[in-house]
């Protein structure tokens, strides 16, 4: 079992930033891949980012890449999620998860844990 809490989310306005936490415990963090997702209301979750086990390589939703920036620290068992030039579309509760699929998935049936979730307002 993987326990994943996240953190770091709230209200900002258009063009700010925020930076997301996903603290994980449990199995050792290093043996999975980690992505984020985020669902908007009434909308299915989507992908946002993924990043493999060693952290050397990510992958990103054409709606966030060039302004979200995926990262981990295996040491510190986290993975986070840098939000820039963020919009009123990015609102949203974000997911961290973690998969066995060593490269990251941007599937959501290839995760097998899932935080709780952070919401992110962004004003207009």
């Known amino acids: 079992q993987v326990q994943l809490v996240e953190s770091g989310g709230g209200l900002v306005q258009s063009g700010g930033s925020l930076r997301l936490s996903c603290a994980a415990s449990g199995r050792t963090f290093s043996q999975y891949a980690m992505g984020w997702f985020r669902q908007a209301p009434g909308k299915e979750r989507e992908f946002v980012a993924t990043?493999?086990?060693?952290?050397?390589?990510?992958y990103y939703a054409d709606s966030v890449k060039g302004r979200f920036t995926i990262s981990r620290d295996n040491a510190k068992n986290t993975v986070y999620l840098q939000m820039n030039s963020l919009k009123p579309e990015d609102t949203a509760v974000y997911y961290c998860?973690?998969?066995?699929?060593?490269?990251?998935?941007?599937?959501?049936?290839?995760?097998?844990?899932w935080g709780q979730g952070t919401l992110v307002t962004v004003s207009s």
């Open positions: 998860a973690a998969s066995v699929y060593s490269g990251g998935s941007s599937f959501r049936d290839q995760y097998d844990y």
């Open positions: 990043i493999n086990r060693s952290g050397g390589t990510a």
